[in-house]
Structure formats: C-alpha cells, structure tokens
C-alpha cells in the first residue's frame, strides 16, 4: 500500500512539473495578458506531432526538436496575437467573440491534425525511454524525470528572464498598468505581442516533452483544457511559482486517483478541482 | 416579424412538416431533418446566454448529453412516454445550468465559459464510470411506438420541430421583453446595468437556466432516435462547436441568427457527411467560425442589414 | 447642510492589497445638499464611489442611505434604493439607441411595473430636458462627447435618485461644454437630488457646491464652504506639494 501510494506520489510530482510547463504560457497570456487562449493546450498538441514528425524523419530527439522549432511557433505567436489584436482587442468586444475565436482555432488546430496525422496514437522512442532509477521501492522513470528536468529548468529561466530584463518588466508592468507602461516608452501592443509569442513558443517545448513521457493523438488536447486553467487559476494566474506548486498539486491529485480510484477518474480531477477552486477562492494560492 | 405574423409562421412550419409526414416517404430525410431541428434548438439555447446576455457557454454537449443520458435513466426505471422524458432531461439540465451558474456567474464572464467547458468533461467522466446507464459501453433503448405516424423517425422528427418551435418562440419572446432588455443591458456593460438597477446575477441565472432546459430537452429524445447511445457520441465535440458557430453565423442579437445558421450549417454538414470525411467536416466549420468572427461578426443577419440598409441609399 | 442627512458614510476603510485607498473616511450629505468632492489623483475617490455605489466592498465600515444601513445590498439594489452615478468614461450600451439606453434604468430602477408607452414617453422628456431629443433614435457611437457625458448623466437621472454621483461629468470639455453641464446639474438640485460633484475643474465645483470635501491619500484633509476650502493651506499642499 504504501509503496502504491510512495510511487503514485513521486510520478505525481514528476508529472506535475511537466503540467506546470504545460501551463507556464497560459500563466503569461491569460495570467498576464488577460488574453483567453483556450487553443493553448492544442499548440502543445502540434508541438507534440512535430517533434513526433522530425523524430520519425530524421532521427532528431524530440527535445531537441522541440527547442529548434520554438522560434516557428514564437512566429505563429506572433500572428496569432496581430490577428486578435486587429479583430478584438481594438474593437473591445474580447469576451465574446474572442473566445469564440480561439476556440475555433483549438477546434482547427486538433481537426488539421487529425486530418494530417490520423486519429492513431503516435509515440516517440528515445535511448531513454524505458530506464528506470530505482529508489528504494520507488520507481522512477527517466521519461518522466527527464521531462521534470526540462520543465524546471524552462519555469526557471522564464521567471529569470521576467525579472531580470527590461522586456520582462515590461511584460510584468502591462500586466498591471498600461499607461505606466507607456511612460516608461514601452510600446503596450508589442510587448503584449513578444509576450504572447513567448507563450505560444514554450508549447513547442512542452509538445516534445508531452510525447516524451507518453503517446498522443490530437483529441488529448481536450483533457489539457482543464488542467492548464485548473493549475494556472490555482496559481495565482501570472504568479509562475504559484503555476509550478498547482502542478504539482494537481500531479499528485490526478496520480493517486488513478492509482486507487483507476484511470478513468484522472480527468476529472483535475476539472474538479477547477471549479472549487473557482466557485471557493477564484485568486488562487498565491494569487493577487 | 410582427407577432401575429410569427405565430402563423409557426403554425404554418408545422402544418408543412405533418403534411411532409404523409407526403415523403423517403426516411433519410426524416433522420437528416432530426439532427437539423436538434440543431436549430440548439443554437437557439445557446443564443439566449451567448449572444443576448454575453456568457458564452462551451460546454453544450455536456447539457444536451444530460438530458439524453437522464432519459436513459428513467426509461430503465419506468419507461415513461416521450412528452416525460423530454420534460425531465430539459429540468436536470436546468437544474445544472442553475448551479454552475450560481457557482460562476459572480466572477468574470472568462470564469463561467472556463467553468462550462470543465463541467462538460467532469460530466463525461461521471457518465462513463456510471454502469447504471450503460457506462462507456452504452446502452439500448428501445425504438418508440411510432403513434399516428407510420414510423418512429417520423414521430421523432415531429417531436424536434415542436421543440424546435417552442425554442424559437421562447428565444423571440425573451428577446422582446423586458428580461430580453435587461440581457442586452449585462451584455453591452454589465456594471452600468447593475447601475442602473438591473439584477444582473438573476437574470444570467434566468439565461443559464433556460438554455440548459432547452438543451435538455433536446437531448432527451437522443436516445430514441440513435437506439445505442455511448458517452463520446452524446458529448460529441460536433455538439459544442456547432452550437457556438451556428449562432455566431448566423447573427446572435435576433432570433432569428441562430435558425439560419441551423439551417445552412446544419443541412450543409448532413449532406457533407455523405462527401467528405467528418473531420474535415468538422474542420470546415471551424474554419467558417473564425472566418465569420474575425470579418463578419454580426453573423448573415448582419450583413443582410448592411445591403439591406445600403441599398435604401 | 440641509436638512436630514441622505448619506452618511462612517469610518470607512478600503484596502487592495497592502494599498489603503480609503482610511477611516467619515462625511455627511444633506437631503438636496450640493457638494464637491475634490482630491488630487489617487486620493481615493473613485474608489469612494465605487464603494458607495456597491461595486467595492470595504474592509470596515458602515455606508447609511436615507437611515438605513446598505452595507449588503448589491449595487442593482442600491440603485433602486435611490442612488445613482456617473461614469468617469461614459458607459453607454452600445447596441441601443439613446432612448434605448434611458429605459434601462426607466424599466428596472422604477417601482413597480409600468407600460412600455408610459416608460418611452418619460424617457423623452428626460432627452429634452437635456437637450437630447434629436438624438433619440441614434447610437451611442454616433454622439460627440458631451452628448455621450449628457447621456450618462440622463440615465443616471432616469433611475430616479435621491442622490447623484456625477463623477468627472466635465473632464475634458470646452468651456461652454461645462456650462451646458453645469446647468444641467443646478437643475437637477433644484428637483431636490442631493448630488456629489467629483471634478478637477475649479471654477465649476466652485460654483456649483454649497459644500467642498477635499480627499488626499484616502484621508479627508478639509470640508467646509468653498472660500474656506480655497484659502485652505492643507488642501494647497495637498496639490502643490510642499
């Protein structure tokens, strides 16, 4: 029993910093940005599929692949927000229509996938996949220590990076106070842009690892949902440390479910856990 | 529309369709004219939170599932005439609408369609693990006793219009009344309507509640209709974009938006499935969502209003 | 001050955070009474407001109107209690018309149920009195600023208030702008509405107030008639500096 629960927590844990990657762009683009990308989860889908694409064509380890097609999607980023920028965000109707936006693209983005994959699960195998360090009783897999690795060190250096250049201030000032930030010289719309970007770039990263630790096919996007926004509005929303310590909340919570309750519950969790929070205590952990 | 021009408009539909019912013998149409009318019902529901009140709701599927899986339910229980079932799946949907409403509706209009969307999966979730109905093998129900009809299609498909019908009279007489008003109000600026004594919380709750009934309602004959019902067919992803994108076409500030996007988008996918594939079904509508939303956002009717009022020049 | 008290607020405290916008504020308004409320930025007036509108809560404190303790009431129903506000930046509902716009509050501010004739034909002598009445049927898109600040304040009107809040009603209009509003406003005081003048424009508080309450740093620093509240040396530095 309690090797069970030792092994579902370490896993939990594991997993949970991998969410916490997962989530680090919303916690920019909705935390930050007050921008509601629901498609998030489904760019990770298509940072999955192509790190999947250049592992099959070429051999390039997914991670790898995962860093060098970062600058592609910051790109796709970018024009994503000019197009919402231009269409919503000018015309101060974001809540309706720019949700509906991207959803469509959430829908676009797993549909093309679909139609350009196949609905089949796809898997990636890496010299590591099916190591294993042994703990005492613990297990713990390297394509889930090695993905843990990866998460923190991206958490890490974006929260460094925020802090310490003047973009990253920029980017925290226009989370607070837009005229303040144009004082400072600071063009409002594009540091938003370079933000937003910023998060469409770290789902190429978190795509790669997401393959890494397990098999996907387009529709996964959609459990994703649920656990991106349950973990970033369990953060805090901008807070990254709060991101992290809700994705490891969450990994954990969704671990031991499926250990003890089965696999069929996982989901849920983390979906549950979204609306206490929201109907409880909307400002998070270590929200404002 | 005037309102005596409304109602014999309706009453004419369903003159039309009973008269097809004896006219047509071909049951394609039948089975296609379901999922079309579903569909008209749908939008409609949708249509009272999203496009009148300014909540968009993405958990549609999650609402219709409910009130298709609650007829499951009290079919195995007492098996009760249609009128029962459709009654209660629109209550239990409701019902949920009401709660999640009343958990959300005080924050952020982002926070009830995020809660929506969970609330669709957790659903999902309680559904497959749930042996009762069926779980995530399904479950049979029997086809209906087709009354004056000489088929069960034919009956269903009368059933949808009527629903139907009651949802476009539902939607245009909210829309013209006071309640209607007061939406408008909460959708246009919700803090200047609290400020101008609009109970804003009771009237989203009013909406969620009477677009989860409809949905609800549409759902329950569902079952009927597939006889094998499965949990990723009820809560197929097809139900929540189509009923976020049918009204975005079609226009959401008039009743009348979403009936045209059920009717073009509705028939065009019935006649695409035979065609193409229903991904890239599915693909195309999504395609046509964001295409409408970014250059056309006042859906047909609004652009119908534009030549309409250039040519007066 | 006039007569009995419409509002009082008592020992009202604010915070966001560790921000104290609001610290112990207490003052009194007279049925009828004109007053200016007056602060350089971030004094915390708005959030006054907004506190006494029910869009904020605060930490301590109580907020009476007309003798009873609104503390619980959402603004919905403080608006139906009788008291009414601007916005600094017009709020309009965009997808009405002007006189769309006015039986809003018409409708669900009023007491009881009313025919949709009576509540249009009030809403248009509520234009005209304003000077909106050729702007009925057009769009809040359509109007120039002053029309727009006009048409705020006619809805605010339209909810039947015993009390106004006009919040920077003028901010940003010409001369005779602020006079058109100005009388606007001295007619509403002589129907009896108390009303709190939030402004930047001195000439015009000046006129308009029988009272000014002067806000620094969420405390108030002065209140008394307007000569007074002129040669104040606290209310000079508080804009000044030292």
């Known amino acids: 029993m309690l090797d069970l629960l030792a092994n579902a927590v370490v896993s939990g844990l594991l997993l949970g910093g991998f969410y916490a990657a997962v989530t680090v762009g919303l916690s920019i683009s909705f935390g930050m940005l007050d921008i509601v ?16 694409g250049a592992n099959a064509a070429w051999g390039l380890d997914p991670i790898i692949a995962g860093i060098v097609f970062a600058p592609l999607f910051f790109l796709l980023g970018t024009g994503i927000h000019r197009v919402y920028d231009a269409s919503f965000a000018r015309r101060g109707e974001e809540s309706l229509r720019g949700l509906a936006f991207f959803f469509g693209v959430l829908f676009i983005t797993e549909v093309a996938l679909v139609l350009a994959f196949g609905a089949d699960y796809r898997l990636v195998e890496t010299p590591y996949s099916s190591t294993s360090l042994a703990l005492g009783f613990v297990g713990v897999p390297l394509r889930l220590l090695v993905p843990f690795l990866v998460s923190l060190a991206m958490i890490t250096g974006i929260q460094f990076a925020l802090d310490h250049s003047f973009l990253g201030r920029a980017i925290k000032a226009v989370a607070q106070d837009r005229l303040a930030l144009r004082l400072m010289a600071a063009d409002p719309v594009r540091v938003k842009e370079i933000a937003f970007a910023l998060s469409i770039a770290t789902t190429s990263v978190a795509g790669a690892l997401l393959i890494v630790i397990a098999p996907v096919e387009p529709s996964l996007g959609r459990d994703y949902i649920g656990r991106v926004f349950a973990i970033c509005v369990l953060g805090g929303m901008g807070s990254l440390q709060g991101t992290l310590l809700a994705g490891l909340i969450i990994g954990v919570a969704e671990s031991v479910t499926a250990t003890f309750y089965g696999p069929s519950w996982s989901p849920a969790v983390a979906f549950g856990v979204l609306l206490l929070v929201l109907a409880v205590r909307p400002a998070g952990l270590l929200g404002r | 529309m005037r309102a005596t021009g409304f109602w014999l408009a309706l009453g004419a539909v369903l003159l039309a369709a009973l008269a097809m019912t004896e006219l047509v013998a071909n049951q394609y149409y039948y089975f296609a004219g379901y999922v079309v009318l579903q569909y008209v019902v749908l939008a409609t529901a949708w249509n009272i939170l999203g496009g009148y009140t300014g909540y968009v709701n993405f958990g549609s599927a999650g609402f219709f599932a409910l009130g298709a899986y609650s007829a499951v339910a009290l079919t195995k229980l007492s098996a009760p005439p249609l009128p029962v079932l459709i009654l209660a799946g629109g209550v239990v949907s409701g019902l949920v609408g009401l709660a999640t409403g009343y958990l959300t509706l005080r924050l952020r209009g982002v926070f009830f369609a995020i809660a929506t969307l969970a609330l669709s999966v957790v659903l999902h979730t309680l559904i497959i693990n749930w042996d009762f109905v069926g779980g995530s093998r399904g479950a049979y129900t029997m086809r209906p006793p087709p009354l004056v009809f000489d088929s069960y299609v034919k009956l269903l498909f009368v059933t949808m219009l009527l629903l139907a019908l009651v949802a476009v009279g539902a939607a245009r007489f909210i829309e013209r009344s006071w309640i209607g008003r007061g939406l408008a109000a909460i959708r246009d600026n919700e803090q200047a309507a609290a400020c101008s004594g609009v109970p804003t919380l009771r009237l989203k709750l009013f909406a969620t509640t009477t677009s989860g009934f409809l949905m609800g309602a549409a759902g329950a004959p569902f079952p009927l209709y597939v ?35 059920a009717l073009l988008l509705g028939t065009a996918q019935q006649v695409a499935t035979v065609t193409i594939s229903s991904a890239a079904n599915l693909l195309i509508v999504g395609l046509l969502l964001v295409g409408f939303v970014i250059l056309a956002p006042e859906g047909i009717v609004g652009l119908w209003r534009k030549l309409a009022g250039g040519r007066r020049q | 001050m006039s007569g009995a008290p419409i509002l009082e607020i008592l020992s009202l405290t604010k915070r966001f955070g560790g921000f104290v916008a609001l610290d112990a504020i207490s003052l009194t308004i007279g049925e009828g009474e004109r007053v200016g409320l007056i602060g350089p930025n971030g004094s915390g007036k708005s959030t006054l407001v907004n506190c006494i509108a029910g869009v904020l809560r605060p930490e301590s404190g109580r907020i009476r109107f007309a003798g009873g303790d609104i503390g619980a009431l959402a603004p919905f129903q403080r608006t139906r209690a009788g008291i009414a506000r601007s916005f600094q930046i017009p709020q309009p509902f965009a997808s009405m018309s002007v006189i769309e716009n006015l039986c809003i509050p018409l409708e669900y501010a009023g007491a009881g149920w009313r025919k949709r004739g009576h509540i249009l034909a009030e809403a248009h002598d509520i234009l005209a009195t304003g000077g909106l009445a050729a702007k009925a049927a057009a769009l809040p898109a359509e109007l120039t600023q002053i029309e727009l600040r006009k048409l705020e304040l006619a809805r605010a009107v339209a909810a039947r208030p015993r009390l106004l809040i006009a919040d920077e009603a003028m901010a940003g209009l010409s001369g005779a702008e602020v006079d058109e509003v100005l009388d606007l406003l001295f007619a509403l005081s002589a129907r009896g509405i108390a009303i709190i003048m939030i402004e930047h424009i001195m000439h015009a508080v000046m006129r308009f107030s029988q009272r000014i309450i002067v806000l620094d740093a969420g405390r108030k620093i002065a209140e008394g008639l307007p000569d007074e509240i002129v040669h104040d040396p606290e209310v000079e530095r508080a804009y000044l500096g030292e």
């Open chain 2, 227 to 261: 006889t094998y019902l499965d949990p990723s067919s009820a809560f197929s992803l097809a139900y929540a974009v189509n009923s976020i994108a049918m009204p975005l076409i079609g226009g959401t500030t008039s009743w009348i938006g979403p009936v045209i996007g």
């Open chain 1, 37 to 52: 990308n629901i498609a998030h989860p489904a760019f990770v889908l298509l940072g999955s599929f192509i790190a999947y």
